[in-house]
């Protein structure tokens, strides 16, 4: 089994192009070359691999393994409305696999990382034993040494996405401001997915959660 990105490239008929297509198509050719130069360069079990990338007259495609679970943005949609359970100990796992992921491209050489600059639920895709691979390099940047963020635990613990209607509901906040506010107040485990409590973990879970309001503060130290 394998997934396949399609890329668009030049229509058949280029003189037509009008201006909004010529940025689109810029962006697409140069997410192209971004994603074949990251994923390309880097082998590691811990990335979603690039088998192959196949020029074709008006698109070029890009052959990936597939993952049979999908994208942790399709597992915590599911989570959030009910129709699956995900227990704490394979939530930890991805949180933790995501962590040796990002590790590694930021250190993967001596004096050069890799910062994907898009990193959310959509690009974390799960392999058949639950292990998160990080995936869509299409606005990767290599950076010096010199030149070197935590919602997606956020939402591992709490249950719920970024873009979530319960955040607007609630004091019309964003994810961020709300897990802060609660984990400030009195009662921070009312923060975490009431699906999770009782089972032992809570202590654990907070940890995470602080974890991702250090990550996403404004303030680097």
Same mark, same amino acid.
């Given at each position: 089994?394998?997934? &396949?990105?399609?890329? !668009?490239?030049?229509?058949?008929?280029?003189?037509?192009? %009008?201006?909004? *297509?010529?940025?689109?198509?810029? +962006?697409?050719?140069?997410?192209?070359?971004?994603?074949? $130069?990251?994923?390309?360069?880097?082998? =590691? %079990?811990? @990335? @979603?691999? @690039?088998?192959? =990338?196949?020029?074709?007259?008006? %698109?070029?495609?890009?052959?990936?393994?597939?993952?049979?679970?999908?994208?942790? $943005? *399709?597992?915590?949609?599911?989570?959030?409305?009910?129709?699956?359970?995900? /227990?704490?100990? &394979?939530?930890?796992?991805?949180?933790?696999?995501?962590?040796?992921?990002?590790?590694?491209?930021?250190?993967? #050489? =001596?004096?050069?990382?890799?910062?994907?600059?898009?990193? !959310?639920?959509?690009?974390?895709?799960?392999? *058949? /034993?639950?292990?998160?691979?990080?995936?869509?390099?299409?606005?990767?940047?290599?950076?010096?040494?010199?030149?070197?963020?935590?919602?997606?635990?956020?939402?591992?613990?709490?249950?719920?996405?970024?873009?979530?209607?319960?955040? $607007? #509901?609630?004091?019309?906040? /964003?994810?961020?401001?709300?897990?802060?506010?609660?984990? +400030?107040?009195?009662?921070?485990?009312?923060?975490? *997915? +009431? +699906?999770?409590?009782?089972?032992?973990?809570?202590? $654990?879970?907070?940890?995470?959660?602080?974890?991702? %309001?250090?990550?996403?503060?404004?303030?680097?130290?």
């Amino acid at each position: 089994m394998i997934a &396949i990105k399609k890329i !668009k490239g030049l229509p058949t008929e280029a003189a037509k192009l %009008c201006e909004e *297509d010529t940025e689109s198509l810029e +962006s697409n050719m140069h997410a192209l070359k971004l994603e074949i $130069q990251a994923v390309g360069r880097i082998r =590691h %079990c811990n @990335l @979603l691999p @690039l088998l192959a =990338h196949v020029p074709r007259q008006n %698109c070029n495609l890009l052959v990936y393994e597939y993952m049979k679970n999908g994208s942790l $943005q *399709d597992l915590m949609v599911k989570v959030a409305n009910g129709s699956t359970e995900l /227990d704490w100990l &394979i939530r930890h796992k991805i949180a933790i696999g995501m962590t040796y992921r990002l590790e590694y491209l930021h250190i993967y #050489e =001596h004096n050069r990382r890799i910062i994907h600059k898009d990193l !959310k639920p959509r690009n974390i895709l799960l392999d *058949d /034993d639950m292990e998160p691979r990080i995936a869509d390099f299409g606005l990767a940047k290599e950076m010096l040494i010199d030149n070197t963020h935590g919602l997606i635990l956020g939402s591992l613990v709490i249950g719920k996405l970024l873009e979530d209607n319960f955040f $607007q #509901e609630t004091r019309r906040v /964003d994810m961020k401001i709300w897990m802060k506010n609660i984990m +400030s107040s009195e009662d921070p485990k009312r923060a975490i *997915d +009431s +699906s999770l409590m009782g089972n032992g973990y809570e202590k $654990q879970m907070l940890q995470v959660l602080n974890i991702a %309001c250090y990550s996403t503060h404004i303030d680097p130290e």
